[in-house]
């Protein structure tokens, strides 16, 4: 069954260093999303992309963040200068037309 | 402000046995849920959905409740199995904005041999 997948599977990085995460959605998918869970809260939206654009951004997706799908199968997340709370799992996501979200199992960010 | 709750932070039953999660939402605008299993190191992975024009889906072992009144849906695995032991996220959304769905804080489940 084809598969979200995210790199890396661990991330550590010094706090104001930038950071991109990847991900390769399912192939025909045609909606991509990044989530996170910072440890013990919930998952949150943060941005969902369509169309080569972003489609609607939580509170939580500012000027720090950026997403980008540079070739026709990655998806990236980049957060130009990391604090320490940005410290969390970051989940990418994808969907068909009216299909549910498949989720990739995480990059663990880590700001030190 | 909680828009997705999940009451329970934990449940555990014995194999064979009837698991009920249970969920509440306070948003009149959801109106397609879904239900999620999360293993240790995995993503989510979808489960079931329902929408709002029904009040019971049904896959399998899994059927969905939603009591639309109550702003309430509920789980139920029957029979439960020890590979049913996961965190289980309720989550909801609009349905025109079907892929932004916000997330209960889960419900860690243990089904006992």
């Known amino acids: 069954e084809p598969e979200v997948t995210q790199t890396p599977s661990h991330q550590v990085t010094q706090m104001g260093q930038e950071v991109i995460l990847r991900c390769v959605p399912i192939?025909?998918?045609?909606?991509f999303y990044w989530y996170r869970q910072i440890l013990g809260q919930k998952v949150e939206f943060l941005v969902s992309?369509?169309?080569?654009?972003?489609?609607?951004k939580s509170e939580i997706f500012d000027d720090q963040f950026s997403v980008e799908r540079p070739d026709g199968s990655n998806f990236t997340l980049k957060i130009r200068s990391t604090k320490l709370e940005d410290s969390a799992m970051y989940f990418c996501?994808?969907?068909?037309?009216?299909?549910?979200?498949?989720f990739g199992n995480g990059t663990r960010l880590t700001v030190t | 402000d909680q828009q997705v709750k999940q009451n329970s932070p934990s449940l555990s039953v014995q194999e064979g046995r009837i698991s009920i999660l249970n969920c509440d939402y306070t948003?009149?605008?959801?109106?397609?849920f879904l239900w999620y299993k999360k293993y240790p190191a995995e993503g989510p992975t979808f489960l079931i959905s329902?929408?709002?024009?029904?009040d019971k889906n049904e896959d399998g072992r899994f059927t969905v409740f939603l009591n639309k009144s109550a702003k309430h849906l509920s789980l139920h695995i029957v029979p439960s199995q020890p590979g049913d032991s996961a965190v289980y996220f309720c989550?909801?959304?609009?349905?025109?904005?079907?892929?932004?769905?916000?997330f209960g804080d889960g419900t860690t489940l243990t089904v006992k041999p």
């Open positions: 948003n009149s605008m959801f109106d397609y």
């Open positions: 329902i929408s709002s024009i029904k």
């Open positions: 992309f369509y169309n080569n654009e972003i489609s609607e």
């Open positions: 989550a909801a959304s609009a349905s025109y904005n079907a892929g932004k769905s916000t």
């Open positions: 192939s025909n998918h045609l909606y």
């Open positions: 996501a994808s969907r068909g037309f009216n299909s549910p979200l498949h």
